[in-house]
């Protein structure tokens, strides 16, 4: 009988298990700092906004209601500066890992049955692991790289996706407009499509840091990057992190006018599509910003507090310009800081999980309630002494 299933990694996360027995040793209980998912409340707008959406007994529609799409353009004006977009570019998706997962699928990348080549996308050399997947998944090669200069000619001449992530997951870097600039001209020489993952882009720090009289995160599909011109270009969002939403699946992707029919009708044929109440409540987070403010004073807080404290325990933070983790080294194996970690009562996410230039670091999450964040900022620093 054949083999069934696909030739993937294993998850993870899994290997994580005796350490997360470990940290449960501590009398004090364990605190994780690993995956990053949401603990704080989801608005009370939002969640009324989706109730009163509840009864929703017909079919909704892959391309998103008029009114959701018009929200997501006037997001886009006024928040991360990008003029231009009409409302037939833009798209609501089932949270944004699906559609890294699914885009060079659903854009025909592949192998080409006659010569057998694989057509590459290009992911960052620290990254998320879905953007490897995404590749796999459709029998296209994925090569880790943060320059389309480091490829060798025959890679190069093969390139069809490249993802941009920044603000980064896991180390927080943010790309700049000139750097944004530099990829999107080498991928338009090439012909490639660029795709942005720009989920953090509203928990900027420091420079990045708005509030605090820092510049706005660049998106790809900026004016002083594109000049403009959508063309090959395409920027996907998320409102898990800004808005406590990572249980609605609540995202959506813009950009290219010509390649979004596709998109749009390649979805409609798999059925990938938002939830009716579901748009009704990504159109009130969106016209919100309030309750992105507040949730932003929270994350800084907390991370103010973990930096202080990994900084005391003798660890250096890295990067972690935006976002909400603080990639962290205490030079020493990756797996020897998780073990310390551990040790405290804390699980943190593993630097090796996100490609060979991770070895070293551990990723610490935010996204712990204050009383946990006060509870491993204390054992850091006692651990110290």
Known sequence: MRAYGLDLPEYPWETLIPYRKLAAEHPGGTIDLSIGTPVDDTPQLIQDALAAASDAPGYPTTHGTVELRQAIVDWFARRRGVTGLSTDQVMPTVGSKELVAWLPFLLGLGTDPGTQERDVVVYPRVAYPTYDIG???????????????????????????????????????????????????????????????????????????????????????DPRVCDGDFTGLFAAYSLSKQSNLAGYRAA???????????????????????????????????????????????????????????????????????????????????????????????????????GEDGAGYVRIALTASDEDIAKASERLTASAG
């Open 252 to 354: 959506f992707i813009a950009g290219d006018a010509q390649l979004m029919p596709n998109l749009i009708n390649s979805r409609k044929h798999a059925g990938m599509i938002v939830p009716a109440p579901v748009q009704r409540a990504l159109i009130a987070a969106l016209g919100d910003e309030a309750h992105v403010a507040a949730q932003k004073n929270k994350y800084r807080a907390r991370r103010e507090a973990l930096l202080a404290a990994i900084t005391a325990a003798g660890g250096r933070v890295e990067n972690s310009e935006a976002g909400l983790y603080l990639w962290t080294t205490f030079g020493e194996d990756t797996w020897a800081s998780i073990e310390r970690l551990a040790k405290l009562g804390i699980v943190a996410g593993p630097g090796v999980f996100y």
């Open 135 to 221: 590749a796999r998944f459709a029998g296209a090669q994925s090569v880790p790289a943060d320059s389309l200069d480091e490829l060798p000619e025959d890679v190069r001449g093969r390139v069809r996706l490249v993802w941009v992530n920044s603000p980064a997951n896991p180390n927080g870097v943010v790309r700049d407009v000139a750097e944004l600039r530099e990829i999107v001209r080498q991928a338009r020489d090439i012909g490639a499509v660029v795709a942005s993952d720009e989920c953090y882009a509203e928990l900027g720090w420091g420079a990045w840091d708005e509030a605090r009289g820092g510049q706005r995160v660049p998106s790809i599909l």
